[in-house]
Each structure stands twice: as C-alpha cells, then as structure tokens.
C-alpha cells in the first residue's frame, strides 16, 4: 500500500510544476503571481516530496493494517486538500472552501502523529533500519 504514496506525490510534483510554470508564463508577462497560487504551488511541493518520503517510511517502520489505511488516507487527503482548498477558494473564488484548510491540515497533523507513535513504540531490530542484505554501491 505505499503505492498510493509514491504516486501520489510524483503526481503532486508533476502538479507543481506545472503550475510553476504557469507562474513563469504569468511573470513573462509582466503581471505578478498572485500569493494564492504561490502559497498552493509550495505547500503541493513539499506534501509531494513527502508523500515519496512516506512511500519509504511506513514500509520501513513497518506500519500495518488500520494503522497503515489511516496514515495512507490522512496523509493524501491533506497533500491534496491543502493546496486545492486554497487555489479553488481563492483562485476560484469559493471562499466557503478555505476554512477547510484546517480539515486537511489536521488530516497530515494526525498522520504524522501515527508515524511518530510507531517510530517511538517500534523495537529497533523491528524498523527495518538493520541491514538489508545487499552490499551498498560502490559509486
């Protein structure tokens, strides 16, 4: 199930650049980018890369079961909530949509609190951080 992790966030990445460069496009013109979609355009990065980071981690702490279905649907539930809650609130403007940036954001707060109670209930030799069998690169 870190599938959906790792998708998600070069899905993410993708997004964000994508829109980055519709801020370049913006800013060639001579306009200025408004702070909305920049704000979208950072939090959609950083979610993203953490998202793949994610797609390592539970696997490596061995998160499992209700505990691994949680942290899966928090965490992509916000990656994407927050930024779409600001660029659809503000850039569209549906106001009524931004208050649910708390929503999302509480969604990744909980997550990530999961993450932290397996990472400080797990024994060590249970973590996955012991060796793995393979003989690093040599390059």
Do not use: C, N
Not at 65 to 93: D, M, N
Request: avoid cysteine; charged fraction near 10%.
């Amino acid at each position: 199930m870190t599938k959906p992790f790792k998708v998600s966030g070069f899905v993410g990445l993708a997004v964000m650049m994508a829109v980055g460069l519709h801020q370049a496009m913006i800013l060639a013109g001579g306009d200025a980018v408004p702070r909305w979609m920049i704000g979208g355009h950072a939090h959609l990065g950083v979610l993203s890369i953490l998202a793949i980071v994610m797609g390592f981690a539970v696997p490596a702490l061995e998160v499992t079961g209700t505990l691994r279905t949680a942290v899966t649907g928090l965490f992509i539930a916000g990656q994407w909530g927050v930024p779409g809650a600001v660029w659809l609130g503000e850039g569209l403007g549906l106001a009524f949509l931004v208050p649910t940036t708390l929503l999302w954001g509480s969604a990744l707060i909980v997550a990530m609190l999961i993450m932290a109670y397996v990472a400080a209930t797990r024994d060590a030799t249970g973590s996955g951080s012991g060796p793995t069998g393979v003989a690093p690169a040599d390059d």
